[in-house]
């Protein structure tokens, strides 16, 4: 499973700049992060046994709106087999206007070192858009899966997130999503939500979390994160 909370359990999307060339009129890029956090959450659930995760991305990009990928987190499902996600993506993404922005995207999500007959594996296609309206900056996204994770069928999923500037060094954010999936094959639908604070200082952020779904099974909790941008 993955992620609407990369921008939240993953202390929020860090992502810098670096020239690939010392030539600043180079039409690539590249920008990573590496974020400790006290649980790797996705759209609400714990991918790592509610234990602390390291995780760490690295993307390439071109001026012209197209990128390309990887990200990749140490994960535990109680299984006694799984201990890493990886999962690359590339994706092409631009303006609409003055501040209204878009992304499309393509992500394979891996599980190195698992059983193939737990079909852990799958591929997810996501749209998404987001305006800043300068107090406030609002998106929405869209995902779709033919065979999600666990072999559970066809999945679709909906978010959306909104962000709330207050200084130069400190936001707030929330996320709200409802995951459907398909019953037939063992799954379950559900939302899942979040809210929190996120300061930065140079390239490092810190990010603190409420996070729930409204699932009987699943406990609502806080979540820390520290990430360095690079």
Same mark, same amino acid.
């Given at each position: /499973?993955?992620?609407?909370?990369?921008?939240?359990?993953?202390?929020?999307? $860090?992502?810098?700049? !670096?020239? $690939?060339?010392?030539?600043?009129?180079?039409? %690539?890029? !590249?920008?990573?992060? !590496?974020? !400790?956090?006290?649980?790797? /959450?996705?759209?609400?659930?714990t991918q790592s046994s509610g234990d602390p995760a390291l995780q760490a991305g690295v993307t390439v990009a071109h001026e012209g709106g197209f990128y390309a990928g990887f990200w990749g987190s140490s994960i535990d499902f109680g299984d006694g087999e799984s201990e890493l996600e990886l999962d690359p993506f590339i994706g092409y993404g631009g303006a609409l206007g003055e501040n209204t922005t878009f992304d499309l995207n393509v992500t394979y999500y891996g599980y190195p070192g698992t059983p193939s007959s737990w079909d852990y594996e799958f591929v997810e296609f996501a749209a998404g858009l987001a305006h800043d309206f300068g107090v406030a900056k609002i998106g929405v996204k869209a995902a779709y899966s033919p065979d999600f994770f666990g072999g559970t069928g066809d999945a679709f999923w909906l978010g959306g997130n909104l962000a709330v500037p207050f200084t130069e %060094? $400190?936001?707030?954010?929330g996320n709200i999503g409802y995951q459907w999936v398909d019953e037939d094959y063992g799954g379950t639908d559900y939302m899942h939500y979040d809210i929190g604070l996120t300061a930065t200082w140079h390239d490092v952020s810190f990010d603190i979390r409420y996070v729930g779904t409204d699932l009987d099974t699943v406990d609502e909790e806080f979540v820390f994160s520290v990430g360095f941008a690079f």
């Open positions: /499973m993955k992620r609407i909370l990369i921008s939240a359990a993953c202390a929020a999307s $860090l992502l810098g700049g !670096v020239a $690939l060339a010392e030539d600043e009129t180079s039409a %690539w890029s !590249v920008s990573g992060s !590496v974020t !400790v956090t006290s649980n790797y /959450m996705f759209r609400g659930v %060094w $400190l936001s707030a954010s």
